[in-house]
């Protein structure tokens, strides 16, 4: 008897029903600041985002390398590493907060959620604290984390000059897609 | 002035107008550097990933942005939302490995693989240092 209750402990700690941590060094965030005056989309890519969900407590990780943003256009991309993030004074972009419904989110059970996220935004080295609407789709053990943000150019000190003016958005759309798996 | 002089300038004028429009033609299309025409910094991810633990600024100094040429073993990879592929090559903390986004889709790496890759760093993240735009060497 008293063997079956210590293996029933040590099962139940060592098997808990969802690994504490959730993460993606793929996740997807993407940036356009197309206007209708732009003469081509602008808009990079960035499909090296790192991304860690704590199971737990619902706290929520992005953190990405602005250089690893890809633009069609070699000098768009050189411009918005140089003129715009100045990522070599800037190498990272992060956010980093909490799901605040995440009661409501089961992480065992496949549906899709949505949840608020807040928590501080850091772009350009300017901390901004935001609150962001998304979902999370649980399927087969695996969640999907998807979010779309507008931010405001000026408000992370990313100067327009005025010379581009209108063809290049004060407003830029950021959209994430994290597909998190357990590690 | 006369006639001819004034048709002179009008066509040094259309000269230098269509010189400028084709050095702004070539910057609006010029390509994206790539890491295999330059000389890489040769580096093992162990050192690596031990020179950005220990002092970040200074490892961004010297890698970030500049051509590396990391040697290690592949530790697992991760297929990106478009289909593209990232290596993760082991350092000596499991957590924090180098990771590599490959440029070609269609490349493939068994794990365990002792490999050579050649990219652009990116610098240092949560999940260790980042590769961007990498080919295998």
Known sequence: MKKIILAAAILA?????????LMSRTAKISFNATTPKSPEKIEGVNNEVACILDAKTGDFVFQLQVKSF??????????FNENYMESDKFPKSMFKGKITNFGDVNLAKDGTYKVTVSGDLTVHGVTKTVSVPGTITV?????TASAKLQIKLADYKVDVPSVVGDKVAKDAIITIDAALAQK | MNKKMIFRILIGLVVIGAIGAGVAYKMWTKPHPKAEDQKGIAITTVALAKEYGADEKAADAK???????????????????DGGLMVVLQTEDPTAGVQCAMREKNITVSKGQNVTIKGFCSGNGITGVSLTDCVIK
């Open chain 1, 70 to 79: 890809k633009f069609e256009r070699e000098l768009m991309q050189q411009h």
């Open chain 2, 63 to 81: 890698y970030l942005n500049k051509v590396i040429e990391v040697t290690g073993i592949v530790g697992e990879s991760e297929k990106n939302q």
């Open chain 1, 13 to 21: 700690i060592a098997s808990p029903s969802f690994a504490q941590k």
């Open chain 1, 139 to 143: 399927k087969g053990g695996t969640a």
